[in-house]
């Protein structure tokens, strides 16, 4: 923590020091970075790190081993640290990890992961909306966008700059690519590959993210190929394999095609068809 720079002028709060609300609890051991504010009635516990230039809202509960990066906005009522809801769990030291210039907005709950030493992450940049809820062990790129009320179960992974849609439930160790788009309300039970757009309940999937990846400066070149892999993958006949091994023989393998590849070939729980 870089160090507090002291006013001069007697009876004013030290510049950058962090700014308490009165009724909040910051527990003597918590290590606030400089320019942290903490909004009424919010409560810190001892082995919570808050990097600078943070904004703790009215009611937010920090406890248990979490690191925070700077520049984050938590917004009222969220939880992040209590103990995992998970059966596995046994009382161990177990951490959770955000990076910076994130929003966590109202009523949003984040748990550390089960297993001695393990860590559920969050990356930088992303929009959390209210009652987002982050299990034990999941892993959150950077960039997405989580609406409200959607529901990440247990080893969940979402790639940078994937959207998902409110009130959508993802099954436990399911991963969703970079670049896709999940519509509200649907039900992942397999990944998402990255670059694709899928939506309902049974899901369904619906060609792939322009919109998104025009967004992120992908070129008119780069959604030609990547339309031509969708079409292999997904109105050829074929089936993963077979289709894996068209996309190699006739896309250009670009970055964009070798991580779609790769992250099929990865894929545990078999992708949405």
């Not at 810190?44 to 406890?63: F, K, R």
Request: contains cysteine; charged residues 20%; aromatic residues 6%.
């Amino acid at each position: 923590m870089e160090p507090v720079k002291m006013n001069k002028v007697a009876g004013l709060r030290p510049v950058n020091e962090p700014e308490i609300h009165p009724t909040a609890v910051v527990d003597p051991g918590a290590r606030l970075g400089h320019n942290v504010k903490v909004g009424p009635y919010a409560i810190i516990g001892p082995d919570v790190v808050i990097g600078p230039d943070c904004v703790i809202g009215s009611a937010v509960l920090l406890t248990g081993h979490v690191v925070i990066g700077s520049g984050n906005r938590i917004f009222h009522g969220a939880a992040i640290g209590c103990e995992p809801q998970d059966k596995k769990y046994r009382g161990e030291v177990t951490y959770v990890e955000i990076g910076d210039n994130n929003d966590i907005r109202e009523f949003c709950t984040i748990h550390p992961a089960t297993g001695e030493g393990a860590c559920t992450r969050v990356g930088s940049d992303n929009l959390l909306m209210a009652y987002v809820h982050i299990a034990h062990n999941c892993r959150v790129g950077d960039h997405t966008v989580l609406a409200n009320a959607v529901n990440l179960a247990g080893h969940v992974e979402i790639e940078s700059h994937a959207i998902l849609g409110g009130m959508t439930p993802v099954h436990q160790f399911v991963r969703v690519g970079a670049y896709s788009f999940v519509g509200g309300g649907s039900r992942l039970p397999q990944d998402v590959p990255p670059f694709i757009k899928v939506a309902g309940n049974p899901i369904e999937v619906a060609g792939i993210n322009a919109i998104g990846l025009k967004r992120g400066g992908f070129s008119d070149e780069d959604l030609q190929n990547l339309k031509k892999a969708y079409r292999l993958l997904y109105r050829s006949g074929l089936n993963v394999t077979q289709a894996l091994e068209r996309i190699a023989a006739d896309c250009r393998l670009t970055q964009h095609i070798e991580d779609l590849m790769a992250f099929i070939r990865r894929s545990d729980r078999g992708i949405v068809r």
